[in-house]
T-cell receptor, first 110, second 114 residues
């Protein structure tokens, strides 16, 4: 059983397109996150949701819009993709202090 | 504001040698501290965590870390490196229970030489 899953695993797209990444967790956790890992492996938090409410928004461009339809899902929609959006995007969830990460979505913008 | 500094972006050790990965943190309140490991093309996996209990924390795969408040450090060690330990290691800090923001270090790539 996959605890935190993301789809798609790979995403290759053209500049200017709109794309979505989906995340689901079956751990029963209340809190979910999106992180961006750049080419130098630097991992930075983007958003955090607790019980479907946005609690952290780390000065991410408003082209990025998270949506949490329920506690088990946190999706990330990106409008007007730019070259600099190329990265690995990780979803995570937590109950308490420990985070559990998904396998990542590798986004390449051409 | 919290921050994490990992000294050494690349560390190489021989198989069987001691592994020491350094992490220093800055936090205005008693922190929670974590070490995660990332294998190629995979997500992050928790190795161990410090949450204000015992200062010497044991984790999976034979790793341990010691919280030293006076040195603001949380270094990761393993007595004997194995080839399978080759991976990227991340130290992270959060400002304790009930906070949802985690700050990650820039990572240390561990290479194990045969």
């Amino acid at each position: 059983d996959t605890a935190v899953s993301q789809t798609p695993k790979y995403l290759v797209t053209q500049m200017g397109n709109d794309k979505s990444i989906k995340c689901e967790q079956n751990l029963g956790h209340d809190t979910m996150y999106w992180y961006k890992q750049d080419s130098k492996k630097f991992l930075k938090i983007m958003f955090s949701y607790n019980n479907k409410e946005l609690i952290i928004n780390e000065t991410v461009p408003n082209r990025f819009s998270p949506k949490s339809p329920d506690k088990a899902h946190l999706n990330l929609h990106i409008n007007s993709l730019e070259l600099g959006d190329s990265a690995v995007y990780f979803c995570a969830s937590s109950l308490g202090e420990t985070q559990y990460f998904g396998p990542g979505t590798r986004l390449l913008v051409l | 504001a919290q921050s994490v500094t990992q000294l050494g972006s690349h560390v190489s050790v021989s198989e069987g040698a001691l592994v020491l990965l350094r992490c220093n943190y800055s936090s205005s309140v008693p922190p929670y501290l974590f070490w995660y490991v990332q294998y190629p093309n995979q997500g992050l996996q928790l190795l161990l965590k410090y949450t204000s209990a015992a200062t010497l924390v044991k984790g999976i795969n034979g790793f341990e870390a010691e919280f030293k408040k006076s040195e603001t450090s949380f270094h990761l060690t393993k007595p004997s490196a194995h080839m399978s330990d080759a991976a990227e290691y991340f130290c992270a800090v959060s400002e304790g229970a009930g906070t949802y923001k985690y700050i990650f270090g820039t990572g240390t790539r561990l290479k194990v030489l045969a």
